[in-house]
């Protein structure tokens, strides 16, 4: 049986072997160093990615809460300015939906606490309640809003209302975390 | 080597994108803080909306539950113009003591033109710099302003009851609403027809409720098709009369107006007189006057058998009183009657133009307010049946034929309200019925078809049309009844901008409140902060208003 004919890898592979001698593997110990070295700079890689995406959802979650607190300050701002017994433990329900006197266009637009989706698109539960109540499914943010009004204006309408709205995040499990975003200001009649 | 430089790629890659991603929360950070500090701003800026709308007209010393005096507010303003952003004053505007503003604020209001001190009712610009707490960061917004006043916002609302009244088939017997806007806190009704709100001429905006108002009758068909009807959030406030006398004539009642020296300038009322040669005169009183019945329009006398000023309705005299206004009053040109009682052949002037100068070319220009305050018993009813107006005029008095300048306040209590009925009887379109000649310059007056001009304000208002129709501008009362059945009634409000009722500078001037329009600017301190201004001139010693003795 005659030998396979010799290609180039096969002569590479044969090469003398004073050649052979004079190139010099890697050694166990420097495989073992540079694959500590990878190692540590992927685990860095990673360690950064994740801090890089718990910074992001942070910085997002930031970010959804100034447009949450935003959004809620809104409804606020377009609620008038002479409801009274404004008190920042309890604060008004101007909808009477049982009320067939009042139309469809009174809405709560003060709620004490709401839940909102992530995307901000869903409002889920609004709520007068004392306490939080229990957060709803797919809930990401909670805003609380606390107002209160100036009793010596001359009359409700010229009251200076000031609003304050706090908004939480809520964790996976339903639970409150931590408050992302804090928004007071006061609204007058005919202000901005 | 292969490892090292991996690794020198790899943390290459990692540095690039840590920067990336710092770089992106710096930017999402510093947007946050530019939006807290501009939010503190506008914060700020509401605040000092808010303590204008508390402040009284210059000259009137305070007491009034609420509010407080343009001095007490003047020396605060100057305060903060001239000193550093500080965190604002709740203290009068929180019930809460733990409810804090974080950051800083530095607010203050000048003239709009801004070359002087800002007094009420003048427009006015408010700054604004809010200070973001956690990093320092400043914002400023600056924005233009103006009082919102009684007549600014509706053309009819009724506090109660709002009725129109119409022909049950005849559709020129009927309520035309070509402008403006209506509103009640309580009821809309209508019977028979619709109010009309389109056609050639109409510009009527719409319909605004309180927040438990109704319309009746309900269930059939729901809102008038085509309307815009809204429901405010709350009731709408309006103030009463006697607030408004007290807002504007320094903490005085309708009474104590009445009584107040200056009040009814006999010199401001006039009968007139024709001889039987046909000569006509004008003659004032000689003391003042606190009604107007038949006693007061018998000073009117027509001697003349052929006279022309006869109303051919019942083919006798008319009698005719007129009330004008002068530049010089010391009580915004307020009249103070305890009763007005008028027959079918009565007339009342309303003059708006003060009397021609002739030692100026063209005599004076413009148009003064005419008030008349309708106070005494409670649950009285005025009664008034014919007025008229210039409607004819030459250079600058064509102000007084423009200007619906005038407004009739109605003193009521709740309960036991002042109450006022227009029901004209004289039908006769464009007939002269008054000439004035004095000073060489001739105007005329006459009822066409009857209007009411100006604004109505308070009580309960009756407004009944003629064959004729009548026209009215704007009523804002407790109670409203349009009754359309004998003749049409049309509701147009006064052009805002070449007839307002009232000017923007006029110190007797009621305020509801003030609000910012459009002009509207927002950046870094200083670049906006009083451009052109040094700062001496911004809170000179007052020179507005006038004192009353």
Request: hydrophobic share 35%.
């Amino acid at each position: 049986m005659r030998p396979p004919a010799q290609t180039t890898l096969f002569r590479v592979a044969r090469l003398p072997r004073t050649q052979q001698r004079g190139r010099r593997g890697l050694t166990l110990i420097e495989l073992l160093v540079a694959s500590l070295i990878l190692a540590v700079s992927l685990m860095a890689l990673v360690a950064t990615w994740f801090n890089m995406l718990t910074a992001t959802i942070d910085t997002d979650d930031r970010g959804a809460a100034y447009e949450c607190a935003r959004i809620v300050l809104e409804r606020a701002h377009i609620n008038g300015f002479t409801v009274s017994n404004y008190n920042v433990n309890i604060p008004p329900t101007l909808s009477q939906p049982g009320d067939a006197a009042l139309s469809v266009w009174s809405s709560p637009n003060i709620a004490r606490y709401r839940y909102f989706s992530a995307d901000l698109s869903r409002e889920l539960l609004a709520s007068n309640a004392d306490t939080v109540p229990a957060a709803p499914a797919d809930a990401r943010y909670l805003a609380e809003t606390q107002v209160s009004s100036s009793p010596n204006a001359p009359h409700s309408h010229l009251s200076l209302m000031t609003v304050k709205v706090i908004v939480s995040l809520v964790r996976g499990d339903g639970s409150i975390g931590s408050e992302l975003y804090q928004m007071q200001t006061c609204l007058a009649l005919g202000g901005v | 080597m292969f490892a090292l430089a991996a690794v020198i790629i790899v943390m290459t890659v990692i540095l690039g994108m840590w920067s990336l991603m710092v770089s992106h929360v710096d930017i999402e950070e510093a947007s946050r803080n530019y939006s807290r500090a501009m939010q503190i701003a506008e914060a700020g800026a509401n605040w000092q909306l808010s303590q204008m709308s508390r402040c009284l007209p210059p000259g009137n010393p305070g007491g009034l539950p609420g509010y407080v005096p343009y001095q007490q507010f003047r020396a605060a303003n100057t305060a903060r113009i001239q000193g550093d952003p500080q965190p604002l004053d709740w203290r009068d505007y929180s019930r809460s003591s733990d409810f804090q503003m974080p950051g800083l604020v530095k607010a203050y209001t000048i003239q709009a033109g801004g070359v002087d001190a800002w007094a009420p009712p003048q427009n006015f610009i408010i700054v604004s710099i809010g200070v973001d707490p956690e990093t320092g960061e400043q914002r400023l917004v600056r924005f233009t302003g103006a009082a919102t006043g009684l007549t600014d916002r509706y053309v009819l609302f009724a506090n109660n009851n709002l009725i129109f009244n119409s022909s049950a088939s005849d559709p020129n017997k009927n309520i035309a609403l070509r402008s403006g806007y209506i509103g009640t806190n309580r009821s809309l009704t209508f019977t028979h027809q619709i109010p009309k709100t389109s056609g050639a001429g109409f510009k009527f905006s719409g319909c605004r409720l309180g927040l438990s108002a109704d319309t009746q009758p309900q269930g059939s068909g729901g809102w008038p098709n085509g309307w815009d009807v809204l429901r405010q959030t709350d009731t709408v406030f309006w103030p009463t009369v006697s607030e408004v006398t007290q807002y504007i004539y320094q903490g005085r009642t309708p009474n104590e107006v009445g009584t107040m020296a200056h009040g009814n300038e006999p010199n401001q009322m006039w009968y007139r007189t024709e001889d039987d040669k046909g000569n006509v005169r004008w003659e004032h009183f000689t003391n003042p006057v606190l009604q107007l019945g038949n006693a007061e329009f018998n000073k009117s006398t027509n001697d003349n058998p052929k006279s022309t000023c006869v109303n051919p309705k019942t083919g006798k005299p008319y009698r005719v009183l007129c009330l004008s206004v002068s530049k010089t009053n010391l009580v915004g040109n307020l009249f103070y009657f305890r009763k007005i009682d008028m027959g079918d052949d009565d007339i009342l002037v309303l003059d708006v133009g003060p009397p021609p100068d002739s030692t100026v070319s063209n005599g004076p220009d413009g148009v003064v307010t005419l008030r008349i305050l309708l106070d005494g018993a409670f649950g009285t009813t005025h009664k008034v049946t014919n007025l008229a107006y210039c409607t004819y005029g030459v250079g600058k008095n064509l102000g007084r034929f423009t200007g619906p300048s005038i407004i009739w306040y109605v003193n009521s209590v709740p309960g036991n309200n002042g109450a006022i009925a227009f029901k004209p009887n004289v039908d006769v379109t464009n007939q002269v019925i008054a000439t004035f000649d004095t000073g060489g310059y001739l105007f005329t007056a006459n009822p066409t078809s009857a209007t009411v001009q100006g604004l109505v304000y308070g009580g309960d208002v009756t407004v009944q049309s003629n064959a004729k129709g009548i026209t009215i501008n704007q009523i804002i009362a407790d109670n409203i009844t349009l009754d359309a059945t004998q003749g049409g009634i049309s509701v147009v409000q006064p052009n805002s901008t070449l007839r307002p009722i009232e000017t923007r500078d006029d110190p007797y001037r009621y305020v509801l409140y003030y609000r910012v329009n459009d002009s509207y600017v927002e950046g870094k301190p200083g670049s906006y902060e009083s451009p052109n201004i040094p700062a001496p001139q911004l809170m000179p010693p007052i020179n507005y208003g006038k004192a009353i003795p």
